[in-house]
């Protein structure tokens, strides 16, 4: 399998990852409220970093450009990629490596956003008091997965963004192609080589040698 059409698939599989990655937990809350006692909730990676979800979709139109633009274009398409990855591996990493936001955490909860429905209420009262808050570093490593995959897909894409096939360009060469066939039989209508690539291209070549042995009589 040709490079660029591995690192496409790199990209691709990348943004794919980081998709599963935004679908699981990130953060769980454990909180009391004097109404309804002990609360635990769960806040998954879309909801915690809004932003994960739109650099996997950018990442996944960045995989589909790969396959169908030219040599500049997957080169663009690299480079562009490297940069969401760099930037889609930020907030998985600062969960790995810092403490979580509780007051963050009580605002997603309390605003109704956690709970990903519109007709749903929210997850935590206002005057609830949390306790403890917990990451899950399995989902922030999945997302780093993900980035690392499109990151690699996305240097190797511009570095390598590989040669364009003769399909890409097929009509225009054998445009050209013929142009050359025509001058060829006006200049040398009596040779093999050019009744053979005339032969190859459909081109009648007898009525171009009929022409131009007329041609001198003529005049």
Same mark, same amino acid.
């Given at each position: 399998?040709?490079?660029?059409?591995l690192?496409?698939?790199?990209?691709?599989?990348?943004? #794919?990852?980081?998709?599963?990655?935004?679908?699981m937990?990130?953060?769980? %809350?454990?909180?009391f409220? +004097?109404?309804?006692g002990?609360?635990?909730?769960? %806040?998954?990676?879309a909801?915690?970093?809004?932003?994960?979800?739109?650099?996997?979709?950018?990442?996944l139109a960045?995989?589909?450009?790969a396959?169908?633009?030219?040599?500049m274009?997957?080169?663009i398409i690299?480079?562009?990629?490297?940069?969401?990855?760099?930037?889609?591996s930020?907030?998985? #990493?600062?969960? /790995?490596?810092?403490d979580?936001d509780?007051?963050?955490?009580?605002?997603?909860?309390?605003?109704?956003?956690a709970?990903?429905?519109a007709?749903?209420?929210? /997850? /935590?009262?206002?005057?609830?008091?949390?306790?403890?808050?917990?990451t899950h570093?399995?989902?922030?490593?999945?997302?780093? %997965?993900g980035?690392?995959?499109?990151?690699?897909?996305?240097?190797?894409?511009?570095?390598?963004?590989?040669?364009d096939t003769?399909?890409?360009?097929?009509?225009?060469?054998?445009q050209?192609?013929?142009?050359? %066939?025509?001058? +060829? #039989?006006?200049?040398?209508? +009596?040779?093999?080589r050019?009744?053979?690539?005339?032969? +190859?291209?459909d081109?009648?070549?007898?009525?171009?040698?009929?022409?131009?042995?007329?041609t001198?009589?003529?005049?």
């Amino acid at each position: 399998m040709k490079p660029r059409v591995l690192s496409a698939l790199g990209i691709g599989a990348g943004a #794919l990852v980081v998709w599963i990655s935004s679908r699981m937990n990130w953060v769980t %809350i454990e909180a009391f409220d +004097d109404k309804s006692g002990s609360v635990t909730q769960s %806040i998954v990676g879309a909801t915690w970093s809004t932003e994960i979800m739109a650099l996997a979709l950018a990442l996944l139109a960045a995989f589909a450009a790969a396959l169908v633009l030219k040599r500049m274009g997957r080169r663009i398409i690299g480079g562009i990629s490297v940069l969401i990855a760099v930037g889609a591996s930020l907030s998985p #990493l600062a969960l /790995l490596t810092q403490d979580p936001d509780a007051e963050r955490a009580r605002t997603l909860l309390t605003s109704g956003v956690a709970s990903q429905k519109a007709n749903s209420g929210t /997850l /935590l009262s206002d005057w609830a008091e949390i306790i403890n808050i917990t990451t899950h570093p399995l989902a922030a490593v999945v997302a780093m %997965i993900g980035c690392a995959l499109a990151l690699v897909g996305g240097v190797v894409l511009a570095m390598r963004p590989g040669e364009d096939t003769a399909k890409s360009n097929q009509y225009e060469r054998k445009q050209a192609r013929a142009e050359k %066939i025509h001058t +060829d #039989l006006a200049q040398d209508p +009596d040779s093999g080589r050019v009744m053979w690539d005339a032969l +190859d291209e459909d081109i009648d070549f007898t009525e171009k040698t009929q022409k131009s042995k007329e041609t001198p009589g003529q005049s």
